[in-house]
């Protein structure tokens, strides 16, 4: 038999744990699970039929060719997840996408300036 108050296991007829009276209920009944609350990362619970985002995955691949238009597509796409209430997902595509597209725009930049810097000496 199982203490109502606390769940652990009675021999006699007081719970060893808690000290409650163990009663005919609690003989023939165990105590019920505790409830366990699990907290997620995301402020909008994702559905489990969610697709990743269409905008997203062109971000991520327009930011290899055109990084600029990539970053602005990615903005873009966080924003229509952010507003889907769960029905979206790949929000990590479009940061990704962003911070990849910038990424290849300050390599550009730097090469584009080494480029110049080596064409102005001769």
């Known amino acids: 038999m199982f203490c109502s108050k606390c769940g652990t296991k009675v021999e006699g007829k007081f719970c060893s744990n808690c000290g409650t009276e163990s009663s005919v209920d609690s003989q023939t009944s165990p105590a019920a699970e505790p409830l366990v609350y699990v907290q997620t990362r995301s402020a909008t619970p994702t559905a489990a039929t969610a697709q990743t985002s269409g905008l997203a995955a062109a971000a991520l691949v327009l930011s290899f060719f ?7 597509l990615g903005f873009v796409a966080r924003n229509d997840i952010s507003n889907s209430k769960g029905t979206k ?6 940061n990704a996408a962003i911070i990849l597209g910038f990424v290849i725009m300050f390599l550009q930049a730097l090469a584009l300036f080494f480029w110049f810097t080596l064409f102005l000496e001769w």
């Open 66 to 72: 055109f990084p600029l238009i990539g970053v602005i």
């Open 89 to 94: 997902s790949g929000e990590g595509v479009a």
